[in-house]
Structures are given as structure tokens and as C-alpha cells.
């Protein structure tokens, strides 16, 4: 009785350690994700600030920061996807087991 105890007990440390293990890697690409994504925001905001800098008018900076929108919801909706992606496939991976 006891072995067989110590048998159960050890393939469930085993398994869980594998939840762990598979928990664990999924997050570190979503966080990895992030940081990119916040990199990419912050390369942005220092572009929108240059590009700030070279207005003379209010109506010339309001042009040159309308022109950058289409870009910037671009990167946002790729951003979205990927994160979306990435915690579907952590969430079918910790499910599978």
C-alpha cells in the first residue's frame, strides 16, 4: 500500500511539475510579447515628439500627428493579434493536460 502510494505521488509531482513547466514557457512568450510591444510604443512616442518638434503651427502639428494614425493603429491591431493568439495557444496548451 505504501509503494503504491509513493507511486501515485510521484508520477503527480511529475505531472504537475510538467503544468509548471508548460505554464510557465507560455508566459514567458507573452511577457517577451509585451516587452517588444512596449518597446514599439515607446520608439513611436519618441517619433510622434520629433515630428512635434519640426511643426511652426498647431495645424501643422495636428497634420503631421494625423498622418502617423494609420500607422500607429496598424501596429496596434498587429500587436493585438499576436497577444490574442499567444494566450489562446498558452491556454489550449495548459488545457491539453
Same mark, same amino acid.
Given at each position: 500500500?505504501?509503494?503504491?502510494? *509513493? @507511486?501515485?505521488? *510521484? &508520477?503527480?509531482? &511529475?505531472?504537475?511539475?510538467?503544468? /509548471?513547466?508548460?505554464?510557465?514557457?507560455?508566459?514567458?512568450?507573452? %511577457?517577451?510579447?509585451? /516587452?517588444?510591444?512596449?518597446?514599439?510604443?515607446?520608439? #513611436?512616442? &519618441?517619433? &510622434?515628439? @520629433? %515630428?512635434?518638434?519640426? @511643426? =511652426?503651427?498647431?495645424? #501643422? $502639428?495636428?497634420?503631421?500627428?494625423?498622418?502617423? /494614425?494609420?500607422?500607429?493603429? @496598424?501596429?496596434?491591431? %498587429?500587436?493585438?493579434?499576436?497577444? *490574442?493568439? $499567444? %494566450?489562446? =495557444?498558452?491556454?489550449?496548451?495548459?488545457?491539453?493536460?
Amino acid at each position: 500500500m505504501i509503494e503504491q502510494t *509513493k @507511486a501515485i505521488t *510521484k &508520477r503527480a509531482r &511529475r505531472r504537475g511539475a510538467g503544468y /509548471l513547466d508548460r505554464a510557465y514557457r507560455g508566459l514567458e512568450l507573452i %511577457v517577451t510579447h509585451e /516587452l517588444g510591444t512596449l518597446r514599439g510604443h515607446y520608439a #513611436e512616442l &519618441r517619433e &510622434r515628439l @520629433a %515630428v512635434g518638434r519640426r @511643426a =511652426n503651427t498647431l495645424a #501643422e $502639428l495636428i497634420r503631421y500627428q494625423m498622418d502617423l /494614425l494609420p500607422e500607429t493603429r @496598424a501596429r496596434l491591431r %498587429v500587436d493585438h493579434l499576436q497577444r *490574442k493568439a $499567444l %494566450v489562446g =495557444n498558452w491556454l489550449r496548451t495548459i488545457k491539453q493536460t
